[in-house]
């Protein structure tokens, strides 16, 4: 197994910024642009939790070394 490919894919995989949408009703609560209803700025877009995922995959990974 090439350890050090994987985690190089894994990080390409790392996403950066909640979900926009032209219509700002439509985006991330978390996003800056997003001015729906939902007050609570939590992220809806999982951006969070697959970032989360992926953290956790590069501990597995590295709980090896």
């Known amino acids: 197994m090439d350890k050090k490919r994987l985690i190089e894919i894994l990080e390409l995989m790392r996403r950066f910024k909640h979900t926009e949408c032209e219509d700002g ?3 991330c ?3 800056p642009d997003y001015f729906g209803v939902d007050g609570s700025g939590e992220c809806r877009c999982g951006l969070v939790e697959d970032n989360a995922n992926l953290d956790e995959a590069l501990r597995i ?5």
Do not use: G, Q, R, T
């Open 25 to 27: 009703f439509y985006s």
């Open 29 to 31: 609560p978390a996003h």
């Open 61 to 65: 990974i590295n709980a090896d070394d």
